[in-house]
T-cell receptor, first 113, second 118 residues
Framework: KAGVTQTPRYLIKTRGQQVTLSCSPI?????VSWYQQTPGQGLQFLFE???????NKGNFPGRFSGRQFSNSRSEMNVSTLELGDSALYLC????????????FGPGTRLTVL | AQTVTQSQPEMSVQEAETVTLSCTYD???????LFWYKQPPSRQMILVIR??????QNATENRFSVNFQKAAKSFSLKISDSQLGDAAMYFC???????????????FGTGTRLTIIP
């Protein structure tokens, strides 16, 4: 069974631009979570989606948004990029919401210049 | 809010030896999950082992085992017969069970970088 896939793997943007990252969960998984990883802040939770509904949200500004489609694929969007948004963005999927183990994708490395 | 603490930023072990990574957590909940993930240089986060808080028996997965002390809120990972491929950043993580709706995210520790000495 294929694992979690994320596209693109690497991205370079400039301040003020917006970016969309994509995540395809493991087949059959219905929950998708997003995390931001930086050297300074470590791993921080962004949001979690289940059945196309956002179930949980971390402490990030409104510039960070996401959505989930009926096939469980998810996208996250960051508008008006700032230098501090440079990070590894990890997507994780689980079979169901809340009680299941999360399996991670390889991440998208975003660099903001 | 739950917190996870990994007090060892770096550890090293001789190949084939045993090493233990420490993790403590703070929670007021009685039911939850604990995980160890490894993140090698490829940055792919890989599940190592999972423990349900309601289970008293410590989880094991081949060379990896945990020492779960619920009362002490401690969750250490033991790696036996260390191999070069075990070199990675190891993260301890906590997840609430669904009874605490809206708070079921994974909370990670700051990680322990494990080096294997040939």
């Amino acid at each position: 069974k294929a694992g979690v896939t994320q596209t693109p793997r690497y991205l370079i943007k400039t301040r003020g631009q917006q970016v969309t990252l994509s995540c395809s969960p493991i087949s059959g998984h219905r929950s998708v979570s997003w995390y931001q990883q930086t050297p300074g802040q470590g791993l921080q939770f962004l949001f979690e989606y289940f059945s196309e509904t956002q179930r949980n949200k971390g402490n990030f500004p409104g510039r960070f948004s996401g959505r989930q489609f009926s096939n469980s694929r998810s996208e996250m969007n960051v508008s008006t990029l700032e230098l501090g948004d440079s990070a590894l963005y990890l997507c994780a999927s689980s079979l169901e919401y809340s009680t299941d183990t999360q399996y991670f994708g390889p991440g998208t490395r975003l660099t903001v210049l | 809010a739950q917190t996870v603490t990994q007090s060892q930023p770096e550890m090293s072990v001789q190949e084939a030896e045993t090493v233990t990574l420490s993790c403590t957590y703070d929670t007021s909940e009685s039911d939850y999950y604990l995980f160890w993930y490894k993140q090698p240089p490829s940055r792919q986060m890989i599940l190592v082992i999972r423990q349900e808080a309601y289970k008293q028996q410590n989880a094991t997965e081949n060379r990896f085992s945990v020492n779960f002390q619920k009362a002490a809120k401690s969750f250490s990972l033991k790696i036996s017969d260390s191999q070069l491929g075990d070199a990675a950043m190891y993260f301890c993580a906590y997840r609430s069970v669904g009874s605490n709706f809206g708070n079921e995210k994974l909370t990670f520790g700051t990680g322990t970088r494990l080096t294997i000495i040939p």
